[in-house]
C-alpha cells in the first residue's frame, strides 16, 4: 500500500529511540504529543499525533484546517478512548510549548482524566524528539509523494497511514518489528508465567 521507507539519514535513526530511552517499562506511561503542517489545494491542513513512547504507537491523532485547541483536544480524546489509561498519575503526556498544549483546556482535560502534564525545552529528559520524528516519518513516507487537492484526502490517506506505521512498519529501535507487534510482546510476556527455579 505505501512505499517502502526512504533510506534514514543516520541523526534521524538516532532521534527515533531518544524519547524512549527515558525508562519507559510499559505501554500507558509517556505519551508524547505534536502536530505538523500539511499544504492542499484548499490551503493548509494540521495533524495532529499522540505516540506513546514505548513501543511508538500512535494512540490518537487528528486532521483540523485550523490550530484550535479543540484540534488536539480531539486527538487526546482518540488516544484516551482507545487506550482507557489507568487515571493514577502514573502516565505523563509531554508536548512541547505550543499554545494548544499549555491551554487551560487541554491542561484541565489532562488532569481530568489523571494524566501528568508534561512541558519543556529542547534536550530535557522528556524531550519531543521521538513525536518531530514521527512527524517527519509522516511527512516522507505519505505527504511529500503526492499532492493534496481536499482535506478528505489527507483525512483518509491518513487513517490508512497511521494503521500501516502500527501494524508493518518495522522500527530499527524495537528489533525491526512494528509497534503493534511490540505491544503485543509486552502483554505476552505478561500472561507467561516465570519458571521457578528448581531446588536442589
Request: a negative charge; charged letters at 20%; aromatic letters at 12%.
Amino acid at each position: 500500500m505505501f512505499a517502502r521507507p526512504l533510506p534514514m539519514r543516520r541523526p534521524l535513526a538516532r532521534w527515533i529511540g531518544s524519547t524512549g530511552s527515558s525508562g519507559q517499562t510499559g505501554p500507558n506511561q509517556l505519551w508524547v504529543s505534536d502536530f505538523t503542517y500539511v499544504s492542499t489545494w484548499q490551503g493548509w491542513l494540521y495533524v495532529a499525533f499522540v505516540i506513546d513512547v514505548f513501543a511508538r504507537r500512535i494512540v490518537g491523532w487528528r486532521v483540523s484546517s485550523s490550530m484550535t485547541t479543540d484540534f488536539v483536544l480531539d486527538a487526546l480524546e482518540q488516544a484516551l478512548y482507545a487506550r482507557r489509561p489507568g487515571g493514577d498519575g502514573t502516565l505523563i503526556h509531554h508536548s512541547d510549548r505550543g499554545s494548544q498544549y499549555v491551554s487551560i483546556r487541554y491542561s484541565e482535560r489532562l488532569a481530568e482524566a489523571g494524566i501528568e502534564p508534561s512541558v519543556g525545552s529542547r534536550g530535557d529528559s522528556y524531550d519531543n524528539a521521538l513525536a518531530e520524528t514521527i512527524n517527519g516519518l509522516y511527512k516522507a513516507e505519505l505527504i511529500h509523494r503526492r499532492t493534496w487537492k481536499t482535506r478528505e484526502a489527507v483525512e483518509l490517506a491518513t487513517l490508512e497511514w497511521v494503521a500501516w506505521f502500527n501494524h508493518h512498519r518495522l522500527m530499527e529501535p524495537l528489533g525491526y518489528i512494528p509497534p503493534a507487534e511490540a505491544e503485543a510482546n509486552y502483554y505476552r510476556q505478561l500472561e507467561t508465567p516465570v519458571a521457578e527455579p528448581a531446588l536442589t
